[in-house]
């Protein structure tokens, strides 16, 4: 196999769910730290590789590729001695990438960015309570998305799961979690918690994500 490198840091969502991704597949591989807040995904070499500036960035030999959900799949279809993790029946796979989508454009860019640019890159010390109401819709939806099974897309752990773990384990910061009105997903994430490698992969990272943000000490105000 040739030498993977992920550049990304622990506290970006995407950047986690790839790490879950490795350590699932149990791929040796190097993670390179960019500093965003230094602008080191604007320098010379980081944007030869990747021109949008975004992380994760994943580097497998010479070949590049970034957003975490391509990144997942790629790692699946090379390197996974099975399909689980991304199944390669037609309907299972497209339950996968419907909830991969949901993860990309409705929880990460409608809720998790939208709450945390303006606090983090902008310097902005309030958010209007409407948007983070946008948090609550996500856990309506990814509550009865599991439904009466354990994982996101069925019984089978996916990456799916990997890339909604990412990012619900860091909107709370916003809206913590009722664990009482939604106990499917509260289950779920216990569920998840007893992998072996996910408190490195995702924990570690997501405590870091909520500690940053709570630090700028912002406000919702109505």
């Known amino acids: 196999m040739?030498?993977?490198s992920l550049y990304g840091l622990d506290a970006s969502p995407p950047t986690r769910a790839c790490l879950l991704t490795l350590k699932a597949l149990d791929l040796p591989f190097e993670f390179v730290f960019v500093n965003l807040f230094e602008k080191e995904n604007f320098s010379e070499d980081f944007s030869k590789k990747n021109p949008q500036h975004t992380v994760p960035l994943m580097q497998d030999d010479d070949d590049c590729i970034w957003d975490s959900h391509a990144i997942m799949a790629y790692l699946v279809e090379k390197y996974?001695?099975?399909?689980e993790l991304y199944p390669k029946d037609l309907l299972q796979r497209a339950k996968v990438d419907q909830l991969m989508h949901f993860?990309?454009?409705?929880?990460?860019?409608?809720?998790?960015?939208?709450?945390?640019?303006?606090?983090?890159?902008?310097?902005?010390?309030?958010?209007?309570?409407?948007?983070?109401?946008?948090?609550?819709?996500?856990?309506?939806?990814?509550?009865?998305?599991?439904?009466?099974?354990?994982?996101?897309?069925?019984?089978?752990?996916?990456?799916?799961?990997?890339?909604?773990?990412?990012?619900?384990?860091?909107?709370?910061?916003?809206?913590?979690?009722?664990?009482?009105?939604?106990?499917?997903?509260a289950a779920w994430l216990e569920r998840l918690k007893e992998l072996p490698y996910y408190e490195e992969?995702?924990?570690?990272?997501?405590?870091?994500?909520?500690?940053?943000?709570?630090?700028?000490?912002?406000?919702i105000v109505a």
């Open 103 to 185: 993860e990309s454009g409705v929880i990460f860019e409608s809720a998790l960015r939208r709450l945390t640019r303006p606090v983090l890159f902008n310097g902005e010390s309030t958010l209007p309570r409407d948007q983070v109401a946008h948090v609550q819709q996500v856990y309506d939806f990814v509550e009865t998305f599991l439904d009466d099974h354990d994982y996101v897309a069925g019984d089978q752990l996916t990456i799916a799961d990997f890339s909604i773990v990412s990012t619900i384990t860091s909107i709370g910061v916003f809206l913590e979690l009722d664990q009482a009105k939604y106990p499917k997903i």
């Open 2 to 4: 040739g030498k993977i």
């Open 80 to 83: 996974a001695a099975s399909d």
């Open 201 to 219: 992969a995702n924990g570690k990272g997501a405590a870091q994500f909520v500690q940053l943000l709570r630090s700028k000490n912002f406000t």
